[in-house]
């Protein structure tokens, strides 16, 4: 192929993904605002239950604005890094020790639906993913760095090591964070 028809796909491909991006981008907030609902719905059944189960009038306290304009970069809010360890740790042992990237982290999501913020949904500038996902990846890193997850798994494949068990077990039991 001729350098000259490379770039004129590559600049084809360009606009097509900044079409999408466009697309994607109102759904994108779209998802964030109804999880912040959902979020709010949560913490008002949460603190309107006692330990019996049963219904309490909750404090107007646990009351969660959801604020649907745009928020400045430097307000935004994004569930701590430190937050990823113990749910990614959790669902590879919950996988018997090893599984896709993908499995982990839906699970992952699911554990942390409290945590997650409308930014944490924000797709990144690549429009390859949303933020909180590459920031579980690369949380992913830093636990290989510390000897809990196999450095060399093949690709795609999470897992975990005895030192991440050991780590997730004594930081389950004492509640510290990564």
């Known amino acids: 192929m001729q350098i000259g028809a490379l770039e004129t796909w590559r600049m084809s491909l360009e606009q097509e993904i900044a079409a999408l991006e466009e697309r994607i981008s109102p759904l994108m907030k779209a998802i964030g605002m109804k999880r912040e609902q959902l979020k709010a719905i949560n913490v008002l059944i949460d603190t ?8 309490t009038p909750a404090p107007a306290s ?7 304009g745009e928020i400045p970069a430097r307000e935004r809010s994004f569930a701590p890094t430190d937050a990823y360890w113990i749910p990614i740790l959790e669902s590879l ?3 018997g020790g090893r599984a896709h990237s993908d499995a982990i982290l839906n699970m992952v999501e699911r554990k942390m639906a409290r945590i997650l913020t ?13 933020r909180w996902r590459n920031r579980a990846q690369w949380q992913r890193q830093n636990m290989i760095q510390q000897g809990l997850l196999v450095k060399n798994s093949p690709r795609g494949i999470w897992e975990i090591t005895n ?3 050991a780590w997730l077990k004594s930081h389950k039991q004492g509640g510290a964070a990564a």
Request: proline share 3%; charged share 30%; with cysteine.
């Open 48 to 55: 309107s239950r006692d330990s019996s189960g049963a219904s």
């Open 62 to 68: 646990a009351a969660v604005s959801v604020d649907t």
């Open 93 to 95: 042992v919950e996988r």
């Open 118 to 130: 409308t930014e944490d949904y924000e797709l990144l500038p690549s429009g390859i993913s949303c």
């Open 163 to 165: 030192e991440g068990r």
